[in-house]
């Protein structure tokens, strides 16, 4: 006997948490739809020399290879055909690639699905995962009033998932790279060393930073560390500030200018679109660990809960499609790690089970009073309820039993008294009362009852 079990690394969960998470995915979807993105969906697997272009960085080592029994027992040295995509950017960049004749520009997509990666094995991190992205692609230009409008999009997504209060951080590439010039670090590769050392800061800390950037590999001196670690302590608290602190920084080469008008022109949009400003902030210090980001990233926190990490990141990137294209495709884009962040606001109490999405129960109480239940209950479908029915008689306790144990708030009880008076009892289990209604009105009540109880709760 083989024992059940699931593998590490995934996330399964009983029905009543399940849909709890299938209502963030469903207000995520709306929020996206409210900003007039659409929606696509790519294969679990892609062909795996589209998908290992050396563009996804360090997740590429975590890549999970697809291969049939018939193919294994054939299989010679080499790459598998198909690989499981580890993310949802780089499949993006194939299809706008292949489909780019079919496509309008600027393309705004959106795509929530399962994405896969061998992360090793340690609580609260996941090998199957749900990424809820939105992108906008251009075609040959993109201008940077897109990257304005994302933040406004995070903004409506976590207010409506009322998870608490959250700050949007912003930097720009661009920024930190006219700054690095500035400093005399002009070569690309330790560039983009720097830049992900810096993107550690909060993990690693100041001092093991300062350590690795003064040791071999870097060898900066201690001036320079001193002028990369200052740069990286700036903050902002709302528009004005962060823009006080944009001037503060001085002049600088044509590239650190370019970045820094870039977030200022994104900070204006930003309060044009009704972003609150406490909402948002400048922190020089964010890079994000994706080599292909070239200008605005983003990265959201929940105030309350630092320690859960970025919610939200993303950013502005030139030409990711650039492995399948002659087409110069720059965009911007987000990605929310759903599966990580549900996972990890229920352990810190902040989401309750949720009721069960059936509404009603419908009681049977004699087998031969199985057609009227039947019937009832489809004309309590036909209203738009949701509506489970006892399909075999049983004792009342045990039927209310189990609709307490399934979460469903209403239980419809048609004993030979009711049916003699022609009334049907409701047991409303949340609130511990029973109340009676005439069966012809039935429907209508129960509707009420549950708009009612949805405006309470905000849904």
Known sequence: MIKPRTPPGVMELLPRDQIAFQRMLDSIRQTFERFGFLPIETPVFELSEVLLTKSGGETER??????????LEKSSEGVPELALRFDLTVPLARYVAEHEHDLAFPFRRYQMQRVYRGERQQRGRFREFYQCDIDVVGKDALSIRHDAEIPAVIHAVFASLDIGDFTIQLNNRKLLRGFFEGLGIGDGEQQDGVLRELDKLGKRGVAAVRETLAGEGFALSDDVIDQLMSFSQVRSQGRSDALAKLDALGTGTPL??????????VLQRMH?????????????????????????????TLDAHPQIGSICSGGRYDNLAGHYTKSKLPGVGISIGLTRLFWQLREAGLIATAD?????????MRDEDLDHALALSQRLRAAGLNVETQLESRKLAKQLQY???????????????????????????????????????LASTLLVEREQSRALAGR
């Open 403 to 441: 609709a307490d144990r399934a979460g469903i708030r209403f239980v419809v009880i048609r004993g030979q008294d009711e049916i003699a008076r022609g009334v049907v009892a409701v047991k409303d289990l949340r609130r511990g009362e029973q109340f009676e209604v005439a069966e012809s009105d």
């Open 272 to 300: 044009a679109m009704g972003v609150p400003e406490q909402r948002y902030a400048i922190n020089l210090s964010i890079a994000r660990g994706l080599d292909y980001y070239t200008g605005i990233v983003y990265e959201t």
């Open 256 to 265: 650190f200018e370019e970045g820094r008008d870039e977030l200022r022109d």
């Open 62 to 71: 975590q890549v999970y290879f697809a291969q049939s029994t018939g193919a």
């Open 356 to 364: 069960s999405s059936v509404d009603v129960l419908v009681t049977l």
